[in-house]
């Protein structure tokens, strides 16, 4: 890959300049010469909602930063069911490291822009860099704390609760820039209301009456069925039990 100098920056790979996952994600935690490294072997590329990134139990060949849109975890049971264990958002790393083959599927559920490399380099770069083993295992706390946290809004939280709680999750995370109104928040749903309706444990007509609840109580509204508008985000997180 053909690298140029940024005359603001002459050690960071341009390719890397505005990219997220290098200021929030995993790639932080290198010096600008691991950048160039890791920069030389990476490939950026952008997927359709509803293609496959990686199967469960499929061999893993090669990592991916998260850099825009929303992906879906999913473990399959025996007879074929799924169950949604979880989202990825920008700049979250897909990928577990050290390990053959991978534990669950991946699927992008809205368009995807990935930056992706070989595993065997990013496996090398964690032996040689401390600060990125500490970076890598920093995100994956993060992700066993929010695991956590969502079993007590799977096994605890009323219905109401569990919508209000899911809407909050993709306001905070969809947007990797953050935005800089706090109080309210607009996106799109990345989820079908099927898929809801399987990541909270509910059925599909409960989601929809617990979406018309808010919006009638004035917390949300929606347009095109998909857009969602929260008018003040500290109302339906308290609307969420937090």
Known sequence: MLQ????????????CHACEARHRG???????QQLIALSKTSSRREVPTGAELIGEAELVERYSNVLSGVVKLTKTLKDGRQQIVGLQFAPDFLGRPFKAESAMNAEAVTTVSLCS????????MMKESPELERRLLNQTLKQLDEARDWLVTLGRKTAAEKVASFL???????????GSDTRSKAFDLPLTRSDIA???GLTIETVSRQLTKLRTQGLIRIENNRHVVIHDIARLE????Q
């Not at 995993?26 to 600008?32: E, I, Q, S, V």
């Not at 490399?117 to 090398?124: D, H, I, L, Q, S």
């Open 4 to 15: 140029r100098r940024d005359v603001h920056n002459s050690d960071i790979p341009a390719l």
């Open 238 to 241: 308290r609307r969420a039990g």
């Open 117 to 124: 490399f070989p595993k065997a380099t990013v496996e090398r």
């Open 26 to 32: 995993l790639c932080g935690a290198l010096d600008p």
């Open 198 to 200: 399987d990541f909270l």
């Open 168 to 178: 909050l999750l993709i306001a905070r995370n969809i947007d990797p820039t953050g």
